[in-house]
Every structure is written in structure tokens, then in C-alpha cells.
């Protein structure tokens, strides 16, 4: 079973009069241990997606599972446990994950004492964090006093201090630059061999796909596509190959570009061979 599994999941926003529609029967399964990413522009579901699996927003219809716990049905001391015990979160604002007038230590010592945890096992666990996340030299200066690339290092050993299954990380880098990405997205990875930790990042930068080993574009509440990286044991990149993503009625997303170059509207014609199925263009008249 996987750890992660969202069955034809939907999420109805009431806006006014209006209802949105942010996810539409979406289908995902994410195993134990992986770090993806959920790609797409405004509007995809990809964060009303991470808002479902973090507890912060209740599915509308279907059914989604985190590890032992079906979110659909949890009351409301049973999502305040999830959200404690289970899940780890990183926003892209470093306000949100940081308290400026605390120490570096302070931060991160200050999720497990409300989860409880004895004074020298909050030092010992924090000094291990920050180890990993290689801000050591920092642990007693002031969070307002880091720098982006910093702060946001700090924020994962926050995330990661009780011990979380699942570590979710909103555009983690979308304030810093490239090279402070770069160092975020390893010290990611550290965390997810170190702990073994199940990583699902946010994001609009289809670059993310050169850093993780599955991707998973969205567009109208759907899974479009998946990017899969493969690896020789030396960890060396062997190829990259693109999938579009087809559900258990039968419905798929084309590409968006295959859609513009053969100028798809509304009908297409399909042609069965023994081992493919072809999409065709129907010419203007033809319909």
C-alpha cells in the first residue's frame, strides 16, 4: 500500500455565490520514503492539494490516505494530532516558518516542547538537525539576523523536529536565488536519505525536475503529467522521460503543447492500432 494515496479527490471552494472547483477527481499515489514535486501554474490545485494533505483543508469528496491516517474522516483532535505528529511543513514566506526574536536553537527546540519532548532531548535533536541542514555556526544568532537561503534551512530542521512522516515544502525557494536554491533542494535530499523522510514539494519552476526523481504536473485539479528520472548507482542521471497521466475512466490531459501544435479543438479522431492509439486533428467541416 503506498503511503500516500488520493482516489478520485475533489475540492469544492463556495466563493460568494460561485463554486470552485480546485480539484477534480484528482488520482495520486506517492510511496514511502520519495521526494517529488507537484508542478503547474496558479490555479492547477497543486496547493489546495497540499493544503488536503496536510490537514488544513477537508476533501469535498473522494478519499485520501497519509500512512495510517484517512483524512476524510478525522475529527478535530485527530487532525490537530496529524498536523503535530505527522506532517512537517515549509512555506515559501520565511515569516511563517520562523519566529524572528528567537535563536536559531530556539526555533527549532520549540515544536517538540509543545509536543512535550525533555529539555536535553530538544538540545540533542536540535543540534543534530541543524547539523544536517549545515547551520551549526548559526544555532545562536537571532533568525531575523539569517539570510533567505539561511532562514530557509532553519525552517526545514524546524519542520523536521518532530519527527515528521511527511514533509510538505510550498515554493520553498521562491524567495531566494539560485544558488541558495540549489543548496535547499540538497539539503532536501539530506534529509530525505538521512530520515527517510517523505518529501512532496510545490512549486512553478519546471526546472524542479533536474532535482528530484518524479514529477507530477498539474493542470485543472488534475495529474496531467509525470516526469521520471532514473539514476545509475553512482546517482549520475540516466534519462528523463515524460507521461502523460491516464485515470481508471479512461481520461487523460495532452500535453499543452502537443494541444497548440496540432491545434486540437473540442473533437479529435482516434485510431486503435495493435500496440498504440493515434490522436488526430479534425479538420474545420469535417465535424
Not at 520519495?34 to 483543508?57: C, F, Q
Not at 505528529?85 to 520549540?110: C, K, M
Not at 512553478?204 to 516526469?227: F, L, N, Q, T
Given at each position: 500500500?503506498a503511503?500516500?494515496?488520493?482516489?478520485n479527490?475533489m475540492?469544492?471552494?463556495?466563493v460568494?455565490?460561485?463554486e470552485v472547483?480546485?480539484?477534480q477527481g484528482?488520482?495520486?499515489?506517492?510511496?514511502?520514503g520519495e521526494m517529488?514535486?507537484?508542478?503547474?501554474?496558479s490555479?492547477?490545485?497543486k496547493s489546495?492539494?497540499m493544503?488536503v494533505?496536510?490537514g488544513?483543508?477537508?476533501p469535498?469528496a473522494?478519499?485520501v490516505?497519509v500512512?495510517?491516517?484517512r483524512?476524510n474522516a478525522l475529527?478535530?483532535r485527530?487532525?490537530?494530532?496529524?498536523?503535530?505528529?505527522?506532517i512537517?511543513f515549509v512555506?515559501q514566506?520565511?515569516?511563517h516558518?520562523?519566529?524572528?526574536y528567537?535563536?536559531?536553537r530556539?526555533?527549532?527546540?520549540?515544536?517538540m516542547?509543545?509536543a512535550?519532548v525533555?529539555?536535553?532531548?530538544?538540545?540533542r535533536?536540535?543540534s543534530?538537525?541543524?547539523e544536517?541542514?549545515?547551520?551549526t555556526?548559526?544555532?545562536?544568532?537571532r533568525?531575523a539576523?539569517?539570510?533567505g537561503?539561511?532562514q530557509?534551512?532553519?525552517?526545514?530542521?524546524?519542520?523536521?523536529?518532530?519527527?515528521p512522516?511527511?514533509?510538505l515544502?510550498d515554493e520553498?525557494?521562491?524567495e531566494?536565488?539560485?544558488?541558495?536554491a540549489d543548496r535547499?533542494?540538497?539539503?532536501?535530499?539530506?534529509?530525505?536519505?538521512?530520515?527517510?523522510?517523505t518529501?512532496?514539494i510545490?512549486?512553478?519552476?519546471?526546472?524542479?525536475s533536474?532535482?528530484v526523481?518524479r514529477?507530477v504536473?498539474?493542470?485543472?485539479?488534475?495529474a496531467?503529467?509525470?516526469?521520471?528520472r532514473q539514476?545509475?548507482?553512482?546517482g549520475?542521471?540516466?534519462?528523463e522521460?515524460e507521461?502523460?497521466?491516464?485515470?481508471r475512466t479512461?481520461r487523460?490531459q495532452?500535453?499543452?503543447?502537443?494541444v497548440?501544435r496540432l491545434?486540437?479543438?473540442?473533437?479529435v479522431?482516434?485510431?486503435?492500432?495493435?500496440?498504440?492509439?493515434a490522436v488526430y486533428?479534425?479538420?474545420q467541416?469535417e465535424?
Amino acid at each position: 500500500m503506498a503511503f500516500i494515496e488520493c482516489d478520485n479527490l475533489m475540492k469544492i471552494y463556495k466563493v460568494a455565490d460561485l463554486e470552485v472547483v480546485a480539484l477534480q477527481g484528482l488520482n495520486l499515489t506517492v510511496e514511502q520514503g520519495e521526494m517529488i514535486a507537484l508542478i503547474g501554474p496558479s490555479g492547477s490545485g497543486k496547493s489546495t492539494l497540499m493544503n488536503v494533505l496536510g490537514g488544513l483543508d477537508v476533501p469535498s469528496a473522494g478519499r485520501v490516505t497519509v500512512g495510517d491516517f484517512r483524512l476524510n474522516a478525522l475529527n478535530r483532535r485527530q487532525q490537530v494530532q496529524y498536523r503535530r505528529d505527522v506532517i512537517g511543513f515549509v512555506w515559501q514566506q520565511t515569516a511563517h516558518n520562523l519566529l524572528p526574536y528567537l535563536s536559531v536553537r530556539e526555533n527549532v527546540e520549540l515544536p517538540m516542547a509543545f509536543a512535550g519532548v525533555k529539555p536535553s532531548e530538544r538540545r540533542r535533536r536540535a543540534s543534530e538537525l541543524l547539523e544536517a541542514v549545515d547551520v551549526t555556526a548559526r544555532m545562536d544568532a537571532r533568525a531575523a539576523h539569517l539570510s533567505g537561503g539561511e532562514q530557509q534551512r532553519v525552517a526545514l530542521a524546524v519542520a523536521m523536529a518532530n519527527q515528521p512522516q511527511l514533509l510538505l515544502a510550498d515554493e520553498p525557494t521562491g524567495e531566494i536565488d539560485s544558488a541558495a536554491a540549489d543548496r535547499i533542494f540538497d539539503t532536501m535530499r539530506t534529509l530525505n536519505e538521512t530520515y527517510g523522510v517523505t518529501i512532496v514539494i510545490v512549486t512553478h519552476d519546471y526546472a524542479v525536475s533536474k532535482r528530484v526523481s518524479r514529477v507530477v504536473g498539474m493542470r485543472d485539479g488534475r495529474a496531467s503529467i509525470e516526469v521520471l528520472r532514473q539514476k545509475n548507482g553512482s546517482g549520475v542521471p540516466l534519462t528523463e522521460e515524460e507521461f502523460t497521466v491516464i485515470d481508471r475512466t479512461g481520461r487523460l490531459q495532452l500535453p499543452q503543447g502537443y494541444v497548440e501544435r496540432l491545434r486540437l479543438q473540442n473533437l479529435v479522431r482516434l485510431h486503435l492500432a495493435d500496440d498504440h492509439v493515434a490522436v488526430y486533428p479534425v479538420e474545420q467541416g469535417e465535424a
